[in-house]
């Protein structure tokens, strides 16, 4: 960690840097422990604007202020919730302990799904002066388009594939992709998902955007949710599906009564309407999941059996997700 952050940390906070160890030093971010004579913290930059420093400060105040358990930022001698250093806004977190909620039992994940729903319902009525560049809604279609695009070009590339992986991959794409064509053409026409992008700011939900298993501490019972570098405007089946994905991975496969856990739990929290609930899974059955896993080539790190395993958890899910979306609206 370069001594002169050091000196502006210890300058900016009025502290005593007793000892610092580094987590995480990527071409995305850069956190630090510090130990000092005040207490714990985390030292945080995400490499973005201030702006978007901004808008996630002001995300995370709001939340916290309706009760969701979100790590304190301490404020620099100056009253401000971050310094610059070398052009990038850092902030000087709350040093939480404890360990992230583990899945394998169903009580485990209902609360889990219920944090999420707490999240969403209590994050009604935010507003941001930079709100407007946070609006996923306005870019659910381009997306869509985006990954189909991502999906054909892989198939493409790969259309004489001579691994066993890529051959399982290429077999399986004419599903997902049709699926995905349907699913796209659907969400041009679908009312709820017009009706949503109307939607003034003030009444769409702020979603976490990384509710993966890490991020979520436990400490003697008590939450605490952090890294909020994606937050934004979206729509709930976003953080619903990072969730249900987790459980896929612990599971090592697609179960009903699994997901059916997570939305009465999420449910309970936030009763969606049938609309929403349409929507909802018009973007779970959409492949996301399997056009990240193709663009990050997480496949070169897995067997066959694996890349088989994944393949049809995706496929039993989609499947799932189309039935319901057909009990609604035929």
Not at 12 to 24: A, G, V
Not at 92 to 109: E, F, M
Not at 184 to 209: D, P, T, Y
Request: charged share 25%.
């Amino acid at each position: 960690m370069d001594q002169h952050l050091l000196q502006q940390l210890a300058k900016n906070y009025q502290i005593d840097i007793l000892s610092f160890w580094t987590i995480h030093d990527t071409d995305h971010s850069h956190v630090v422990v510090i130990q000092s004579g005040q207490g714990n913290f985390i030292l945080k930059c995400i490499y973005e604007d201030q702006e978007r420093m901004r808008f996630i400060v002001e995300a995370e105040t709001y939340l916290r202020q309706k009760g969701i358990p979100i790590p304190e930022i301490a404020s620099t001698t100056n009253k401000h919730p971050y310094f610059i250093w070398n052009g990038y806004p850092y902030t000087l977190h709350q040093y939480v302990g404890g360990k992230p909620i583990q899945l394998s039992s169903d009580k485990a994940l209902d609360q889990r799904a219920a944090m999420i729903g707490r999240i969403h319902t209590r994050s009604v009525g935010f507003q941001s002066y930079f709100g407007h560049r946070y609006n996923s809604a306005e870019r659910w279609e381009e997306q869509y388009e985006a990954e189909l695009e991502s999906l054909e070009e892989w198939s493409y590339t790969h259309r004489s594939p001579k691994k066993e992986k890529r051959i399982a991959l290429q077999n399986a794409l004419d599903y997902f992709l049709t699926i995905g064509n349907e699913t796209r053409e659907k969400l041009a026409s679908f009312a709820h998902f017009s009706q949503w992008k109307c939607q003034s700011l003030q009444k769409h939900f702020l979603c976490h955007g990384d509710f993966h298993i890490g991020n979520v501490l436990v400490q003697k019972n008590t939450f605490h949710i952090i890294d909020w570098k994606y937050v934004r405007y979206d729509f709930p089946s976003i953080d619903l599906a990072q969730l249900l994905n987790s459980v896929m991975r612990t599971d090592d496969g697609w179960n009903r009564n699994r997901f059916e856990t997570i939305l009465t739990g999420y449910m309970r929290e936030n009763p969606l309407s049938p609309s929403q609930l349409g929507l909802l899974y018009l973007d779970l059955a959409f492949p996301h999941q399997l056009e990240r896993f193709l663009r990050n080539k997480w496949y070169e790190q897995m067997s066959v059996e694996q890349v088989d395993a994944f393949l049809q958890r995706e496929q039993k899910k989609t499947r799932y997700m189309l039935k319901q979306l057909h009990s609604y609206y035929g």
